[in-house]
Nanobody
Framework: QVQLVESGGGLVQAGGSLRLSCAVS????????MGWFRQAPGKEREFVAS????????IYTDSVKGRFTISRDNAKSTVYLHMNSLKPEDTAVYSC??????????????WGKGTLVTVSS
């Protein structure tokens, strides 16, 4: 059984930082891109960032460029999202995704349940 388990969410003041982690169990991740999505209250889920299977190619949504960094450790089957200069509009449930292909997460095979990030003003 494949599981994606996120951790690292919480309450932080605007301007602060958090690091999210997503550990995958039940299968190897070395052939697949991984990514992060988020869903704010009353809004649809949106793409945040993705990283290719090798870790060399990353993609970000415009609103987080320069503030968030995605990375992965294939030996640990884990993907990270380092979030700096957080804003209240970053408040959302953040979910990780295991993509079907090697680059990008347009198609997702598995989802995590999510971790809540709350940014206070």
């Amino acid at each position: 059984q494949v599981q994606l388990v996120e951790s690292g969410g919480g309450l932080v003041q605007a301007g602060g930082s958090l690091r999210l982690s997503c550990a995958v169990s039940g299968r190897t991740v070395t052939n697949n891109a991984m990514g992060w999505f988020r869903q704010a209250p009353g809004k649809e889920r949106e793409f945040v960032a993705s990283v290719s299977r090798s870790g060399t190619n990353t993609i970000y949504t415009d609103s987080v460029k320069g503030r968030f960094t995605i990375s992965r450790d294939n030996a640990k089957s884990t993907v990270y999202l380092h979030m700096n200069s957080l804003k209240p509009e970053d408040t959302a449930v953040y979910s990780c995704a295991l993509g079907r292909g090697a680059v990008g997460v347009a198609l997702v095979d598995y989802w995590g349940k999510g971790t809540l990030v709350t940014v206070s003003s």
